[in-house]
Nanobody, 120 residues
Framework: QVHLVESGGGLVQPWGSLRLSCVAS????????MGWFRQAPGNRRELVAD???????NYAPSVKGRFTIPSDNAKNTVYLQMNSLKPEDTAVYYC??????????????WGQGTQVTVSA
Protein backbone atom coordinates (compact mmCIF):
# COMPACT_ATOMS: atom_id res chain seq x y z
CA GLN A 1 0.00 0.00 0.00
CA VAL A 2 0.97 3.60 -0.59
CA HIS A 3 -0.14 6.54 1.52
CA LEU A 4 0.03 10.29 1.03
CA VAL A 5 -0.02 12.42 4.17
CA GLU A 6 -0.67 16.13 3.80
CA SER A 7 -0.10 18.89 6.32
CA GLY A 8 0.04 22.66 6.54
CA GLY A 9 -3.48 23.82 5.82
CA GLY A 10 -5.29 26.43 7.87
CA LEU A 11 -6.72 29.92 8.01
CA VAL A 12 -4.76 32.80 6.52
CA GLN A 13 -5.55 36.42 5.74
CA PRO A 14 -5.68 37.71 2.14
CA TRP A 15 -2.21 38.37 0.71
CA GLY A 16 -0.73 36.00 3.29
CA SER A 17 1.33 32.86 2.71
CA LEU A 18 0.94 29.19 3.52
CA ARG A 19 3.04 26.10 2.80
CA LEU A 20 1.54 22.66 2.32
CA SER A 21 3.53 19.43 2.57
CA CYS A 22 2.82 15.97 1.20
CA VAL A 23 4.85 12.86 1.97
CA ALA A 24 4.42 9.60 0.07
CA SER A 25 5.23 6.41 1.93
CA UNK A 26 4.75 2.68 1.57
CA UNK A 27 5.48 0.19 -1.17
CA UNK A 28 6.89 2.65 -3.70
CA UNK A 29 9.15 1.66 -6.58
CA UNK A 30 9.09 4.88 -8.60
CA UNK A 31 7.16 8.16 -8.59
CA UNK A 32 6.53 9.63 -12.02
CA UNK A 33 4.76 12.79 -10.86
CA MET A 34 3.33 14.49 -7.79
CA GLY A 35 0.97 17.38 -7.65
CA TRP A 36 -1.69 19.38 -5.89
CA PHE A 37 -5.36 19.70 -6.76
CA ARG A 38 -8.06 21.70 -5.04
CA GLN A 39 -11.81 21.61 -4.75
CA ALA A 40 -13.99 24.45 -3.57
CA PRO A 41 -17.64 23.85 -2.57
CA GLY A 42 -19.79 23.39 -5.65
CA ASN A 43 -16.77 23.21 -7.95
CA ARG A 44 -14.94 20.41 -9.69
CA ARG A 45 -11.55 19.30 -8.46
CA GLU A 46 -8.93 21.20 -10.43
CA LEU A 47 -5.20 20.96 -10.93
CA VAL A 48 -3.18 23.57 -9.06
CA ALA A 49 0.36 22.45 -9.86
CA ASP A 50 2.31 19.31 -10.59
CA UNK A 51 5.89 18.27 -11.14
CA UNK A 52 7.79 15.29 -12.48
CA UNK A 53 11.43 14.48 -11.70
CA UNK A 54 13.82 16.29 -14.04
CA UNK A 55 10.96 18.27 -15.57
CA UNK A 56 9.57 21.78 -15.27
CA UNK A 57 6.57 22.29 -13.01
CA ASN A 58 3.14 22.92 -14.44
CA TYR A 59 0.84 25.57 -12.90
CA ALA A 60 -2.78 26.51 -13.30
CA PRO A 61 -3.06 30.00 -14.81
CA SER A 62 -4.88 31.24 -11.71
CA VAL A 63 -1.89 30.51 -9.44
CA LYS A 64 1.06 31.11 -11.76
CA GLY A 65 3.42 33.67 -10.25
CA ARG A 66 1.96 33.19 -6.75
CA PHE A 67 2.42 29.47 -6.04
CA THR A 68 5.44 27.23 -6.42
CA ILE A 69 5.82 23.46 -6.07
CA PRO A 70 9.20 22.55 -4.60
CA SER A 71 9.96 18.86 -4.19
CA ASP A 72 12.44 16.57 -2.50
CA ASN A 73 12.64 13.41 -4.59
CA ALA A 74 14.87 11.62 -2.07
CA LYS A 75 12.17 12.03 0.57
CA ASN A 76 9.17 11.42 -1.75
CA THR A 77 7.91 14.81 -0.66
CA VAL A 78 6.25 17.66 -2.49
CA TYR A 79 5.35 21.07 -1.15
CA LEU A 80 3.02 23.82 -2.26
CA GLN A 81 4.26 27.28 -1.38
CA MET A 82 1.33 29.64 -1.65
CA ASN A 83 1.96 33.39 -1.61
CA SER A 84 -0.32 36.38 -2.13
CA LEU A 85 -3.31 34.25 -1.23
CA LYS A 86 -6.76 35.38 -2.32
CA PRO A 87 -10.20 34.44 -0.96
CA GLU A 88 -10.83 32.52 -4.19
CA ASP A 89 -7.96 30.18 -3.24
CA THR A 90 -10.14 28.84 -0.44
CA ALA A 91 -10.62 25.11 -1.02
CA VAL A 92 -9.69 21.66 0.15
CA TYR A 93 -6.26 20.91 -1.28
CA TYR A 94 -5.42 17.34 -2.25
CA CYS A 95 -2.03 15.82 -2.92
CA UNK A 96 -1.76 13.35 -5.80
CA UNK A 97 0.97 10.94 -6.82
CA UNK A 98 1.30 8.88 -9.98
CA UNK A 99 3.65 6.04 -9.23
CA UNK A 100 4.63 2.42 -9.64
CA UNK A 101 4.59 0.21 -6.59
CA UNK A 102 7.15 -2.46 -5.78
CA UNK A 103 5.05 -5.05 -7.59
CA UNK A 104 5.41 -2.79 -10.67
CA UNK A 105 1.72 -1.88 -10.72
CA UNK A 106 0.86 1.68 -11.76
CA UNK A 107 -1.08 3.61 -9.14
CA UNK A 108 -2.85 6.95 -8.86
CA UNK A 109 -2.91 7.86 -5.17
CA TRP A 110 -4.70 10.69 -3.36
CA GLY A 111 -4.20 12.24 0.04
CA GLN A 112 -7.01 12.90 2.48
CA GLY A 113 -7.11 16.63 1.75
CA THR A 114 -6.31 19.68 3.83
CA GLN A 115 -8.49 22.77 4.18
CA VAL A 116 -7.11 26.15 3.18
CA THR A 117 -9.26 29.16 4.07
CA VAL A 118 -8.33 32.66 2.99
CA SER A 119 -10.36 35.22 4.88
CA ALA A 120 -9.98 38.46 6.78
Amino acid sequence: QVHLVESGGGLVQPWGSLRLSCVASGSIFDISAMGWFRQAPGNRRELVADIAPCDNPNYAPSVKGRFTIPSDNAKNTVYLQMNSLKPEDTAVYYCNAQLTDRARYPMDVWGQGTQVTVSA
